[in-house]
């Protein structure tokens, strides 16, 4: 007997502009911290964040504040947390999908920073580890346009 192979999640475009409005508008602080979604996978989301002076943590090198990177981090993570959820229930129409999110906040951050902040955009990267019926675990980073990974994170957030 072969092994089941499963056919890879497409999300629908409903679900993808209805996950993006969230992120990206209802969730002012993350329009605060500038950020946009530039890729939207059940395992793996992505997100870009521009310098501007806003967001600089020390004046003298023109450095990204930690908490940017903090809470970048944080943020992404429950977007990925949303796409695992919303990929699990792919057979529920996107409107039910994206009200499953009501109840998702963050229970645990950790964040490592490895290098300075320095950069006229970064990356911000997500996936989900594991995705209980209660608790999800996460792993983000945040790169430099260089492509360096600056900072690590790891997360935990209530889902049910």
Request: proline letters at 5%; charged letters at 20%; hydrophobic letters at 45%.
């Amino acid at each position: 007997m072969s092994p089941k192979t499963t056919a890879p999640v497409a999300f629908d475009p409903e679900f993808v502009q209805g996950l993006k409005a969230i992120f990206e508008e209802k969730i002012v602080f993350n329009q605060v911290l500038g950020l946009q979604i530039t890729s939207l996978e059940p395992e793996l989301v992505s997100a870009r964040i521009e310098m501007r002076p806003q967001l600089v943590g020390h004046y003298a090198y023109n450095r990204v504040h930690g908490g940017v990177i903090s809470a970048g981090l944080d943020a992404m993570g429950g977007l990925a947390c949303m796409a695992a959820i919303g990929a699990r229930h792919m057979d529920e129409a996107p409107e039910l999908r994206l009200h499953r999110f009501a109840k998702l906040g963050t229970i645990d951050l950790r964040i490592d920073y490895l290098r300075p902040g320095i950069g006229e955009w970064f990356e911000l990267r997500a996936e989900v580890l594991r995705l209980g019926s209660r608790v999800a675990s996460t792993r983000m980073g945040f790169y430099g346009p260089d492509g360096k990974l600056l900072s690590t994170g790891a997360g935990a957030y209530i889902v049910s």
